[in-house]
């Protein structure tokens, strides 16, 4: 019996909305929970919508594109077992991974805040980004912090 070639590509990602940029769809997908995508679909809008309250000269899907750029590591420490001993080794990260570890970091950043709604955690959250501060950008500046403690290890990585 012969086998059938698996020629299933992979679907393209439509666009946003009211933006219509592909970036804020990964976002959105990223941010759902439990497969609420309108909840979070709105949720995006709303906190997009206080970003251009508060944040008047620049548009908003430009404030939002900044936050997740400013929010990419370069660098990474990745556990290496060498001779018995584990070292934290620095690597590059792949631009994919990058991505969706700044949505990961603004996601986790805005989730952890409590006693407002999560429209306005999440634009802080994406404000501070934008302005290179705030709890994703931390993470990101330690990431590259340990990357740099650890650059004795960098002739690990292979």
Request: charged share 30%.
């Amino acid at each position: 019996m012969a086998f059938k070639k698996f020629t299933h590509s992979l679907q393209q990602l439509k666009p946003d909305i009211r933006y219509s940029s592909t970036l804020m769809s990964k976002f959105i997908n990223n941010f759902m929970v439990d497969g609420k995508k309108s909840t979070a679909t709105r949720l995006m809008y709303d906190a997009m919508d206080i970003v251009a309250k508060r944040i008047k000269d620049v548009p908003p899907l430009q404030v939002f594109e900044e936050a997740i750029q400013n929010c990419q590591p370069n660098v990474e420490v990745r556990s290496k077992r060498v001779g018995g001993s584990n070292y934290q080794v620095p690597m590059q990260v792949r631009a994919k991974r990058s991505q969706s570890l700044a949505f990961r970091w603004i996601r986790d950043a805005a989730r952890s805040k409590k006693g407002k709604p999560m429209a306005v955690r999440l634009a802080e959250e994406l404000i501070d980004a934008y302005k290179r501060e705030g709890a994703a950008f931390t993470t990101r500046e330690n990431v590259h912090r340990m990357a740099d403690a650890n650059k004795a290890f960098a002739h690990f990585a292979w």
